[in-house]
């Protein structure tokens, strides 16, 4: 087939052989672009558990990894503030700060962390439903919508998988690929899905810490979902969702 080489061709590491990473932007001189989506200044943000009085998550590694599996049904019991503020600094958050560089609790080329992640919430205590978006280097959240039917088009967008909308939160991971074109170029797009994997593990393991459980999903509506989070498809698109749950 003509199109098998643009297809599955990004996987493989020739693509950075062949990209000549003198013309990117980064090497043009070009300023590098936010290391999060700027938000306006009379946003409602809310204030999360800071790291250091985390409670949660008191197992070992060893059994967070042998007990993670997919889990597709939840309990009708909500998450504390705590808890999803121990799941967004375990897949996101920053660990320290480097000069100007934020090092975040989950691996990205070049640490360009090219990934925003969005919150459909249903049963959060003390957080009214709606869509959210989190700021790992305020460890904030922002309210970015209250659509109304938001379990309903949730499940509609992940294709009528009713597990999307069943928990009491569901991730929604989007990409803003100049993040990492500014430095990789054409080599950005093999590293932005391996990125994404990447957090999506921190999700589970972090889940299994604090009685909780998700299922990745990679099988969605993509307008519909881009839609949902107010998204022109182009320059920031989802790319991944998983909802999390009591279990």
């Given at each position: 087939?003509?199109?098998?080489?643009?297809?599955?061709?990004?996987?493989?590491?020739?693509?950075?052989?062949?990209?000549?990473?003198?013309?990117?932007?980064?090497?043009?001189?070009?300023?590098?672009?936010?290391?999060?989506?700027?938000?306006?200044?009379?946003?409602?943000?809310?204030?999360?558990?800071?790291?250091?009085?985390f409670k949660t998550g008191e197992i070992s590694l060893e059994t967070a990894i042998f007990k993670r599996e997919s889990r597709r049904r939840f309990k009708n019991e909500a998450l504390s503030i705590e808890e999803l503020?121990?799941?967004?600094?375990?897949?996101?958050?920053?660990?320290?700060?480097?000069?100007?560089?934020?090092?975040?609790?989950?691996?990205?080329?070049?640490?360009?962390?090219?990934?925003?992640?969005?919150?459909?919430?249903?049963?959060?205590?003390?957080?009214?439903?709606?869509?959210?978006?989190?700021?790992?280097?305020?460890?904030?959240?922002?309210?970015?919508?209250?659509?109304?039917?938001?379990?309903?088009?949730?499940?509609?967008?992940?294709?009528?998988?009713?597990?999307?909308?069943?928990?009491?939160?569901?991730?929604?991971?989007?990409?803003?690929?100049?993040?990492?074109?500014?430095?990789?170029?054409?080599?950005?797009?093999?590293?932005?899905?391996?990125?994404?994997?990447?957090?999506?593990?921190?999700?589970?393991?972090?889940?299994?810490?604090?009685?909780?459980?998700?299922?990745?999903?990679?099988?969605?509506?993509?307008?519909?979902?881009?839609?949902?989070?107010?998204?022109?498809?182009?320059?920031?698109?989802?790319?991944?969702?998983?909802?999390?749950?009591?279990?």
């Amino acid at each position: 087939m003509k199109n098998e080489r643009t297809l599955k061709y990004f996987l493989k590491d020739d693509i950075r052989q062949e990209t000549d990473f003198r013309k990117t932007d980064q090497n043009m001189g070009v300023p590098a672009p936010p290391i999060e989506k700027p938000c306006p200044a009379d946003a409602k943000k809310i204030p999360l558990t800071n790291p250091e009085a985390f409670k949660t998550g008191e197992i070992s590694l060893e059994t967070a990894i042998f007990k993670r599996e997919s889990r597709r049904r939840f309990k009708n019991e909500a998450l504390s503030i705590e808890e999803l503020s121990f799941l967004l600094w375990s897949t996101q958050g920053v660990r320290k700060w480097h000069q100007k560089y934020a090092l975040r609790t989950v691996p990205s080329a070049g640490n360009r962390h090219a990934l925003e992640t969005y919150l459909a919430v249903f049963n959060v205590n003390n957080l009214e439903p709606g869509i959210y978006r989190y700021l790992p280097s305020q460890h904030q959240l922002v309210l970015e919508s209250s659509p109304n039917y938001l379990k309903e088009r949730m499940i509609d967008t992940a294709l009528n998988q009713q597990f999307a909308g069943s928990g009491a939160v569901t991730f929604i991971w989007t990409t803003i690929p100049y993040r990492m074109e500014w430095r990789y170029g054409e080599a950005s797009y093999k590293v932005i899905a391996l990125d994404a994997g990447h957090v999506c593990q921190n999700l589970y393991l972090a889940c299994e810490a604090i009685g909780a459980g998700t299922c990745a999903i990679a099988a969605y509506d993509q307008p519909a979902a881009d839609r949902l989070l107010n998204l022109d498809g182009d320059d920031e698109f989802v790319v991944y969702m998983a909802p999390v749950g009591k279990v």
